[in-house]
């Protein structure tokens, strides 16, 4: 059975970083396009980032809201992907959850938390 963990939120103030990391647990880990999305009390739900699985890794897509800003990698030896979040803006605090499709290539963002197996996830909170 697939179990997502993700790890590395905290307080950071506006224009710092963090680095998430979901570690998955269970087999076929490289067959899996991980992706992130996160959601805030009183907000819709985000689908963020997402990168495709151990066939093509250089792919990754973003949504206009952290691209630029956000990069995401998988290390398919650690059965580990990070989020590096850098420029942290004031709207950008929320529970954040990494999601697993089976599949070659990325959903789209909006279908990350309804298609795939995700975590508890982690609070990231901006403020001075």
């Known amino acids: 059975q697939l179990q997502l963990a993700e790890s590395g939120g905290g307080l950071v103030q506006p224009g710092g970083s963090l680095r998430l990391s979901c570690v998955l647990s269970?087999?076929?880990?490289?067959?899996?396009?991980i992706g992130w999305f996160r959601q805030a009390p009183g907000k819709e739900r985000e689908g963020i980032s997402c990168?495709?699985?151990?066939?093509?890794?250089?792919?990754?897509t973003y949504a206009d809201s952290v691209k630029g800003r956000f990069t995401i990698t998988r290390d398919n030896a650690e059965k580990t992907v990070y989020l590096t979040m850098n420029n942290l803006i004031p709207e950008d605090p929320a529970v954040y959850h990494c999601?697993?499709?089976?599949?070659?290539?990325?959903?789209?963002?909006?279908?990350?938390?309804?298609?795939?197996?995700w975590g508890q996830g982690t609070q990231v909170t901006v403020a001075s």
């Open positions: 999601s697993a499709v089976w599949g070659s290539r990325c959903p789209s963002l909006q279908n990350l938390a309804t298609l795939g197996s």
């Open positions: 990168i495709n699985n151990a066939a093509d890794i250089n792919s990754a």
């Open positions: 269970g087999s076929g880990f490289s067959y899996y396009t």
